[in-house]
Each structure stands twice: as structure tokens, then as C-alpha cells.
């Protein structure tokens, strides 16, 4: 599973940006898609999930604010960003988890990471 991550990049408080992730997967539609973010020194925090049944859940700090979607046409999830915070900067990470058996084993793939900057 390879996940690819795009639209990162510098903008200023109140500004919106739109990250987006293309998996390279079959089946893509049976991946629970997520986004993660981690700042130096810090654990890597959940920000958003997107359910293979299209159920959504997000972090406190961006509920209102941060809108997760996907295409499963085109192996895609993406994640749009509005007024954001300076404490919002930092590396985002697109995961993919599929779950295996009865047990429902879960594995986890990650992108690359994409950094987010919100400065004036």
C-alpha cells in the first residue's frame, strides 16, 4: 500500500488549505482513511477519520473547522482545512487501516507526511 500526499504549505491564521492522499490500492473502498498530525517532541495525534462506511470522527480542537472526505472512484481522501490556527502547523499524515478475520486485526499504512505551516 503505497499512500501519496499532497497540499501542504504555509498560509496565515484564518487561511484554509486542502491536503489530499492518493492510495494505490485495490479494493480502496474497505480502508478506513484517516488523518494524523505530529509536531516535534510530540505523539502523532488523530485528526479526522473517514469510515469504509462513510461514518466521520474528528479531534476536538478541529471539529467546525477541518472537513474529511473521499473518492473512492479515485483512491483518494482528502482533508479541507478552514480558519486555521497557529497551532495547527505541523506534519500531516494520511493513514490507511484495514482490518483482517473475525478478530479484526488492524494494519496500519502511512504517507510520507506533509507539513502544514500557520504563521503570519
Known amino acids: 500500500v503505497q499512500l501519496v500526499e499532497s497540499g501542504g504549505g504555509l498560509v496565515q491564521p484564518g487561511g484554509s488549505l486542502r491536503l489530499s492522499c492518493v492510495a494505490s490500492?485495490?479494493?480502496?473502498?474497505?480502508?478506513?482513511m484517516g488523518w494524523y498530525r505530529q509536531v516535534p517532541g510530540k505523539q502523532r495525534e488523530l485528526v479526522a477519520v473517514?469510515?469504509?462506511?462513510?461514518?466521520?470522527n474528528y479531534a476536538d480542537p478541529v471539529k467546525g473547522r477541518f472537513t474529511i472526505s473521499r473518492d473512492n472512484a479515485k483512491n483518494t481522501v482528502f482533508l479541507q482545512m478552514n480558519n486555521l490556527k497557529p497551532e495547527d502547523t505541523a506534519v500531516y499524515y494520511c493513514?490507511?487501516?484495514?482490518?483482517?478475520?473475525?478478530?479484526?486485526?488492524?494494519?496500519?499504512?502511512w504517507g510520507q507526511g506533509s507539513q502544514v505551516t500557520v504563521s503570519s
Open positions: 493513514n490507511a487501516a484495514e482490518f483482517w478475520g473475525a478478530a479484526r486485526v488492524r494494519y496500519d499504512y
Open positions: 490500492v485495490s479494493e480502496f473502498n474497505l480502508y478506513d
Open positions: 473517514i469510515t469504509s462506511v462513510l461514518s466521520t
